[in-house]
């Protein structure tokens, strides 16, 4: 199991403290610890798409004017590449499922894909 957080964030420690316990869990700090193109693209087979993966409440969405955009997979991806605030967080990997994000019904199925 992986899980793609940042440290900084407060909602990402309150998952990862809800979901305890994540025994052998690798969880992965996206500010210190880019995220790989090698990471991305399983991620995005797992999700379907990169703009699953992606965040439009990241404040460089609106900053760049990408909200004004059309933008594409290939975008998408550059762009959680190029800054991970990007990526909404946290995703979690784990037994070829995929849960991203803060919903409570996210974190709700992830805890019970975890502790099953």
Partial sequence: MKVYHLSTCDTCQRI?????????????????????????????????????LFSKR????????????????????????EQYTFLKRPVIVGDG??????SKKTVAAAREAIHD
């Fill in 16 to 52: 990862i403290k809800e979901l305890q316990p994540l025994d052998d869990a690798d969880l992965q700090d996206i500010k210190t610890e880019a995220i790989t193109e090698k990471q991305i693209d399983q991620m995005q087979a797992l999700a379907g798409s990169y703009e699953a």
């Fill in 58 to 81: 990241a404040r460089l969405y609106r900053q760049r004017g990408l909200h004004e955009k059309q933008l594409s997979e290939t975008d998408y991806k550059n762009l959680i590449l």
């Fill in 97 to 102: 499922q995929i849960f991203i994000g803060n």
